[in-house]
C-alpha cells in the first residue's frame, strides 16, 4: 500500500485548507484511515481517523474544526481544516490501519504517507 499526502501551503490564521491522501494497492475500503501531524521539537500526534465503517475520532483540540472524510471509490481520504490556527503547523501524515479500526494509536498503522507541511501565520 502507498499513500501520498497533499494538500499543505503557508495560510494565515482562520484560513481553510484541504488535505488528500491517495491510496495505491490494497484493499481501500477495508481500511481505517488517519491522520497524524507532528511540529517542530514535538512527538508525533493523532489528529482524526476514520474507520472502514464510517465512524469518526478527532483529538480535542481539532473538534468542530476539522472534518475527515473518505471516498472509498477515489481510494482517498481527506482532511478539511478550517478556522486555522498557529498552533496548527506541523508536517501532516496520512496512515492506513489494515485491520480497519481507525484507531488513535500511531503504532498501530501499517503504512504512512510522506507527509505535507501546513504552516499557519499569526
Known amino acids: 500500500v502507498q499513500l501520498q499526502a497533499s494538500g499543505g501551503g503557508l495560510v494565515q490564521a482562520g484560513d481553510s485548507l484541504r488535505l488528500s491522501c491517495a491510496a495505491s494497492?490494497?484493499?481501500?475500503?477495508?481500511?481505517?484511515m488517519g491522520w497524524f501531524r507532528q511540529a517542530p521539537g514535538k512527538e508525533r500526534e493523532f489528529v482524526a481517523s476514520?474507520?472502514?465503517?464510517?465512524?469518526?475520532n478527532y483529538v480535542d483540540s481539532v473538534k468542530g474544526r476539522f472534518t475527515i472524510s473518505r471516498d472509498n471509490a477515489k481510494n482517498a481520504v481527506y482532511l478539511q481544516m478550517n478556522s486555522l490556527k498557529p498552533e496548527d503547523t506541523a508536517l501532516y501524515y496520512c496512515?492506513?490501519?489494515?485491520?480497519?479500526?481507525?484507531?488513535?494509536?500511531?503504532?498501530?498503522?501499517?503504512?504512512w504517507g510522506q507527509g505535507t507541511q501546513v504552516t499557519v501565520s499569526s
Open positions: 496512515a492506513a490501519d489494515t485491520e480497519g479500526s481507525g484507531v488513535t494509536l500511531s503504532g498501530l498503522y501499517d503504512y
Open positions: 494497492g490494497g484493499t481501500f475500503s477495508r481500511y481505517g
Open positions: 476514520i474507520n472502514r465503517r464510517g465512524s469518526l
